[in-house]
């Protein structure tokens, strides 16, 4: 679609040319503003994924150690170290809770554990491996940690990703769209305005010529007239007729004003 023909279909009128010029106003405000969210909202795209690798970089290391805890209690305490463990555990001692954080208008999920009740397993391993089986359980506890926190980056990227592709088209839509749309219909509307005026103006050109010779006509009628009134004022007054009377008068005013009789 061309730049020309790409405008809204108005009646050219004054109270539009307004509105028209209100509606730029507002969409050259909403695009300010979405302008400066979705650059809000890109900072903090960059530092969550910041975060996200170097978080992912730690889970490495973390999980490596727990996975070697946990075979090093299974090493001294034995295999059945498993079994005993579940059998103490009734309910979840660390459980993940989620909560919104608020940035620039999109509310970004946010997930966090926390720890609910005692532990039963204090007694666990009070045979043998009693000590690996703790460092087991807060190396675990580290990973869950990681794991929490990653989860919750990851989410939060998905849903900027989303929110910085919708807020970059109604962007795109306001540029290149909205802005140009309206801004074509004023221009046309202020086109159509001016042609009106000058057809106003030419209309009243018209009209004056014709007052102009209307005057002129019956200007000339009423010297016509008065001729007539007084050429047959003279044909009465000399006795001759009404053309005679006529051509007296023609020569009188033909006759040099320099001579002086």
Not at 49 to 58: A, D, R
Not at 131 to 154: G, P, T
Not at 176 to 205: A, C, H, M
Not at 219 to 230: G, I, S, V
Request: aromatic share 6%; net charge positive; proline share 1%.
């Amino acid at each position: 679609m061309s730049g020309q023909t790409q405008r809204l279909t108005v009646v050219p009128t004054v109270t539009m040319l307004g509105v028209m010029k209100a509606r730029l106003v507002g969409a050259t405000r909403g695009h300010a503003l979405l302008k400066k969210k979705s650059d809000a909202l890109t900072v903090q795209f960059r530092q969550i994924l910041k975060n996200i690798v170097s978080t992912k970089e730690s889970m490495v290391e973390i999980m490596r150690t727990s996975s070697f805890a946990l075979t090093e209690a299974k090493y001294v305490a034995g295999e059945n170290i498993k079994h005993i463990v579940l059998e103490n555990v009734q309910n979840a001692s660390l459980q993940v809770r989620s909560r919104q954080e608020n940035v620039a208008g999109v509310k970004l999920p946010k997930f966090e554990y926390f720890t609910e009740g005692e532990t039963k397993n204090d007694l666990t391993g009070l045979a043998r491996g009693g000590q690996q089986v703790q460092q087991c359980r807060a190396a675990y506890v580290k990973a869950i940690e990681v794991l929490v926190e990653l989860a919750s980056l990851q989410t939060s990227f998905l849903t900027l990703d989303e929110a910085i592709k919708t807020t970059n088209c109604r962007v795109n839509a306001l540029e290149n769209v909205v802005k140009p749309r309206l801004e074509n219909t004023i221009s046309y509307i202020k086109g159509e305005l001016d042609e009106l005026e000058r057809e106003d103006f030419f209309r009243l050109k018209k009209i004056q010529g014709y007052k102009k010779r209307e005057i002129e006509k019956q200007f000339a009628a009423a010297k016509q007239f008065a001729e007539d009134k007084f050429a047959e004022k003279v044909s009465l007054q000399k006795g001759v007729s009404i053309s005679s009377a006529h051509n007296l008068l023609s020569a009188a005013m033909e006759k040099d004003e320099d001579i002086i009789f």
